[in-house]
């Protein structure tokens, strides 16, 4: 899924500006500017190497207005280990998703109730502004993503949180007819996201993923 969302910001996002657009931590930039995309860009993992791609499925259905609803959770805590990137590359992380063609309005009011709160960069914490987000549309698809990246300039070794709220509850469709698919469980692809944390290692409401990023040199 990541994947492809960066694929499509390569081919649609403007170029950076030469102006200052970051914050210069210790051996690492920090991108800060809201009305632009970095260049080149990447995503880190965000499912285990035991995980299949999608939401987490809580469990359960709720009753809201008289119909059903299957409950997700956005994602869970994860330690995502040891994770080779590339000095002079900016990379994104939680936050990012693709959605179904026409589905801008699905991804900004997903944004709008899931909230990227920080990047904690060895140690150092960046608050995520929540308005600092961007919705993109291509006949394929629409994503809609945290403008939130980190760059290494040189080789070594890195820690990065990334933690994230599920501030509203989000209620959308899955489009399963398109590909083919019925619902399993009867409900016409209807999904929620309920506010706060069902599923975690702590149920503090925070949503993690940790990385070791061992960063090797550019790549030419």
């Not at 987490?56 to 259905?61: A, E, I, K, L, Q």
């Not at 300039?153 to 209620?171: C, S, W």
């Amino acid at each position: 899924m990541v994947v492809c969302v960066a694929t499509i910001l390569l081919l649609t996002a403007p170029t950076a500006e030469t102006r200052p657009q970051w914050y210069e931590g210790d051996g690492y930039d920090w991108w800060n500017d809201c009305s632009d995309v970095p260049d080149p860009l990447e995503y880190l993992p965000i499912y285990l190497g035991s995980e299949s791609p999608g939401f987490v499925d809580v469990g359960r259905s709720i009753l809201r207005g008289g119909v059903r609803w299957r409950v997700l959770q956005y994602t869970r805590d994860k330690d995502l280990g040891p994770t080779r990137i590339s000095a002079g590359r900016w990379y994104g992380g939680m936050g990012a998703d693709e959605w179904a063609p026409g589905g801008d309005d699905d991804a900004r009011r997903h944004l709008e109730a899931f909230r990227v709160v920080s990047w904690e960069i060895d140690g150092n914490r960046h608050a995520v502004d929540p308005s600092c987000t961007v919705v993109l549309n291509t006949d394929e698809h629409a994503i809609g993503f945290y403008n939130a990246w980190v760059r290494f300039n040189e080789p070594g070794l890195h820690t990065l949180k990334v933690t994230g709220r599920q501030t509203n509850e989000f209620y959308f469709v899955v489009p399963l007819d398109r590909s083919g698919l019925g619902d399993p469980f009867g409900l016409e692809g209807r999904r929620v996201f309920l506010r706060g944390e069902s599923v975690g290692d702590t149920f503090d409401e925070e949503l993690t993923h940790t990385y070791e990023l061992h960063v090797g040199r550019e790549d030419r």
